[in-house]
T-cell receptor, first 111, second 115 residues
Framework: GNSVTQMEGPVTLSEEAFLTINCTYT??????LFWYVQYPGEGLQLLLK???ADDKGSNKGFEATYRKETTSFHLEKGSVQVSDSAVYFC??????????WGAGTKLIIKP | ETGVTQTPRHLVMGMTNKKSLKCEQH?????MYWYKQSAKKPLELMFV???????ENNSVPSRFSPECPNSSHLFLHLHTLQPEDSALYLC??????????????FGNGTRLTVT
């Protein structure tokens, strides 16, 4: 079946460090891919998305490229801030329009 | 303000109690969802409503009973819960299910503790 695998957290970085959170997926067809973010005490909110191979989603300095050859959608940011501390969820929408979620990766940024 | 409001934010209940979670969206969306979020597990979809009709029930135990009186309101009625039901319950809405890539808009959740 379809699935999403994220790197286990927590990921702890210093402010201004480079961030990568890995996400790989298994799916038939051509899923759409998403990153959602959950700040402490809040619900999830869409961070970025990509709907076809080689698309790059970007928002708030975060980027992720849809790589069909490696079935990956890694999240990157060049210089993280303390305010980026949150839990990040990778997800795919499959051909049946079902959303499949990763387990989430907690990111901790230290000043 | 997320556009999706959930109440209460926190709820502690005994296993014999009956309580309800409420969700309201002000975004004009037609689809509403209940999710369960437990630590270190992927989000679990519980129920989906589209235009007030339940379109999905992911084998959720009958001690959880959803109600969707209109497209703006969604309830989750709880009775005789178990301690393992303790979790964050998230409500979400979207402009439509099934078609396109309309994103989900989440509320801030209800933190439920069953004692």
């Amino acid at each position: 079946g379809n699935s999403v695998t994220q790197m286990e957290g927590p990921v702890t970085l210093s402010e201004e460090a480079f961030l990568t959170i890995n996400c790989t997926y298994t799916a038939t067809g051509y899923p759409s891919l998403f990153w959602y973010v959950q700040y402490p005490g809040e619900g999830l909110q869409l961070l970025l998305k990509a709907t076809k191979a080689d698309d790059k989603g970007s928002n708030k300095g975060f980027e992720a490229t849809y790589r069909k050859e490696t079935t990956s959608f890694h999240l990157e940011k060049g210089s993280v801030q303390v305010s980026d501390s949150a839990v990040y969820f990778c997800a795919l929408r499959d051909s049946n329009y079902q959303l499949i979620w990763g387990a989430g990766t907690k990111l901790i940024i230290k000043p | 303000e997320t556009g999706v409001t959930q109440t209460p934010r926190h709820l502690v209940m005994g296993m014999t109690n009956k309580k309800s979670l409420k969700c309201e969206q002000h975004l004009g969306h037609n689809a509403m969802y209940w999710y369960k979020q437990s630590a270190k597990k992927p989000l679990e979809l519980m129920f989906v409503y589209n235009f007030k009709e339940q379109t999905e029930n992911n084998s959720v135990p009958s001690r959880f009973s959803p109600e969707c009186p209109n497209s703006s309101h969604l309830f989750l009625h709880l009775h005789t819960l178990q301690p393992e039901d303790s979790a964050l319950y998230l409500c979400a809405s979207s402009s439509k299910t099934g078609l396109g890539n309309s994103p989900l808009h989440f509320g801030n959740g209800t933190r439920l503790t069953v004692t």
